[in-house]
């Protein structure tokens, strides 16, 4: 779907970003230092028969950062996500995360081990709640198996928070504990609810993701990503077809997000939102690195400027 048409989908979203003062339910535990190497392309080669749709690309994540990786169309930022993500895998070259080798894991495992992504086209389940989107992206975080889900098996001593308040099931609990499975789902519940908040679309947690406006489905989306608990979120596009006052709540999130403990990987067009954001960014032409540096080095770079003259569209 080109700018345009997003564009135009958007005008009627009345999007509300609310900030929520206490973020203790969803801010994530990191183990390692700001500033260290979290992800790191090292001479990255990726083919598709003639295609080189990245070329010998080394760079790296720097736990605690705002990346932007940009470039003209085709210049191979999808294709870099993919690859880190698990949906590639590089013909030569290693991709790294907290030192471990990750090229050619599946998608699922590289979730698990701390990368989430949001995608260019939103991908949401569309018959199922916004709450629910995210719930599923919470219950990638838990313990239960199928089997404990099903015969509630793994049964644990609630804290006196996680009590009933009065009655017979606070005394039951207290002699038999509560089932893993329902302690999670209720702490799943929670933590979706604090995430619809966070993003600002809280007050349509209820209706279903197809319905919802454009700006919300892609709030929702990053919700759902920061579910699953990633230690780096990779968002693709998050701007696309946003008008000015959207993109300047995005800048607001995407901060937020990293405020949170998150480290973010950022592909986008726009221009002013990459350099009023972003630490440090990564430009790629033609599927080789071209720049990278700060914004200010970035965008006085000749290299950059050219890429970007070849495609004037995308330089606005
Ligand atoms: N699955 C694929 N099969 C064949 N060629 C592909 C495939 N995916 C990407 N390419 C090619 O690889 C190159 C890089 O594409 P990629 O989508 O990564 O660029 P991009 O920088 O993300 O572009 P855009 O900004 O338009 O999304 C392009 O020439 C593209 O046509």
Redo the contacts with the bound molecule.
């Keep these: 779907m080109s700018e345009q048409t997003h564009a135009e989908s958007s005008t009627d979203t009345d999007v509300v970003l609310e900030d929520t003062s206490n973020h203790d339910q969803i801010a994530i535990e990191t183990s390692g230092e700001v500033g260290e190497v979290l992800l790191e392309l090292d001479h990255v080669t990726l083919r598709?028969?003639g295609?080189v749709?990245?070329n010998d690309v080394n760079f790296q994540i720097r736990r605690g950062e705002i990346l932007g990786l940009i470039?003209?169309?085709?210049?191979?930022?999808?294709?870099?996500?993919?690859a880190m993500t698990g949906v590639?895998t590089p013909t030569e070259g290693a991709i790294r995360f907290k030192g471990k080798e990750i090229a050619g894991i599946k998608p699922h495992t590289i979730n698990h081990l701390g990368i989430a992504r949001t995608f260019?086209n939103i991908r949401l389940f569309p018959e199922m709640s916004a709450m629910e989107n995210v719930m599923v992206g919470c219950d990638a975080r838990h313990k239960t198996s199928v089997v404990g889900v099903l015969f509630r098996t793994y049964r644990v001593r609630p804290s006196e928070e996680e009590l009933p308040e009065s009655g017979i099931r606070r005394s039951l609990a207290k002699v038999f504990g509560i089932s893993r499975h329902t302690l999670e789902e209720r702490a799943g519940r929670r933590r979706s609810m604090e995430l619809l908040r966070f993003v600002g679309i809280a007050d349509r947690a209820h209706e279903l993701a197809r319905n919802l406006p454009y700006g919300y489905q892609r709030r929702l989306e990053i919700a759902r990503a920061l579910a699953t608990e990633p230690e780096l979120i990779c968002l693709d596009?998050p701007a696309a077809g946003f008008n000015p006052a959207e993109k300047e709540d995005l800048m607001g999130l995407i901060r937020r997000i990293r405020d949170l403990g998150h480290t973010v990987l950022v592909?986008e067009?726009d221009m002013k939102l990459v350099l009023g954001v972003t630490d440090r960014i990564v430009v790629?032409e033609f599927?080789q690195k071209i720049a990278e540096g700060s914004p200010e080095e970035v965008a006085r770079n000749p290299k950059v400027i050219a890429a970007y003259l070849g495609e004037p569209d995308?330089a606005a």
């Design positions: 598709f028969g295609v749709a990245l470039g003209p169309n085709g210049a191979g930022k999808t294709t870099a996500f993919n590639y260019q596009e592909i067009h790629l599927g995308d």
